[in-house]
């Protein structure tokens, strides 16, 4: 199977990122000190979320979510997830201090995308997975 790696970029200067046992990672959001959120499918198929701040991978996984992806990383390491359901459709979900859960109200698809340092999580929700999607803004 081929690797696609995550990468940093500074300057001339390419780092890959590639948390242990990755075979795919994907890098997201980076924050002022240098933090990155990165998805990552395993070697057992499995999708997992890590944060790396430069030296080492913290896995950041959803709990009980079949897979989940980190997608928005503030200043103040708070991250905001997109979390698949047993049935493949996707609701928000936040990392600030601990894990909450969340949907767009009456939307049967919600994914958030950013998040910043005035506790602001943009992305986008739709009734279906199919669209139309429209954007949202939820302050947390």
Same mark, same amino acid.
């Given at each position: 199977?081929?690797?696609?790696?995550?990468?940093?970029?500074?300057?001339?200067?390419?780092?890959?990122?590639? $948390?242990?046992?990755?075979?795919?990672?994907?890098?997201?959001?980076?924050?002022?000190?240098?933090?990155?959120?990165?998805?990552?499918?395993?070697?057992?198929?499995?999708?997992?979320?890590?944060?790396?701040?430069?030296?080492?991978?913290?896995?950041?996984?959803? $709990?009980?979510?079949?897979?989940?992806?980190?997608?928005?990383?503030?200043?103040?390491?708070?991250?905001?997830?997109?979390?698949?359901?047993?049935?493949?459709?996707?609701?928000?979900?936040?990392?600030?201090?601990?894990?909450?859960?969340?949907?767009?109200?009456?939307?049967?698809?919600?994914?958030?995308?950013?998040?910043?340092?005035?506790?602001?999580?943009?992305?986008?929700?739709?009734?279906?997975?199919?669209?139309?999607?429209?954007?949202?803004?939820?302050?947390?």
């Amino acid at each position: 199977m081929s690797c696609a790696n995550g990468f940093l970029l500074q300057g001339t200067t390419y780092t890959t990122l590639n $948390p242990p046992g990755a075979v795919i990672s994907s890098a997201t959001d980076i924050n002022d000190r240098g933090n990155i959120t990165l998805y990552w499918l395993n070697s057992a198929g499995a999708f997992e979320s890590s944060i790396y701040n430069g030296n080492t991978y913290k896995t950041i996984n959803v $709990p009980n979510a079949p897979k989940s992806f980190a997608l928005g990383l503030s200043n103040e390491d708070n991250v905001a997830y997109v979390r698949m359901d047993s049935t493949g459709a996707s609701h928000g979900a936040l990392l600030r201090g601990a894990y909450s859960k969340f949907d767009y109200p009456n939307a049967g698809y919600t994914q958030p995308r950013g998040i910043n340092d005035k506790r602001v999580i943009v992305g986008a929700y739709g009734t279906t997975s199919n669209g139309p999607f429209s954007g949202f803004e939820a302050t947390y």
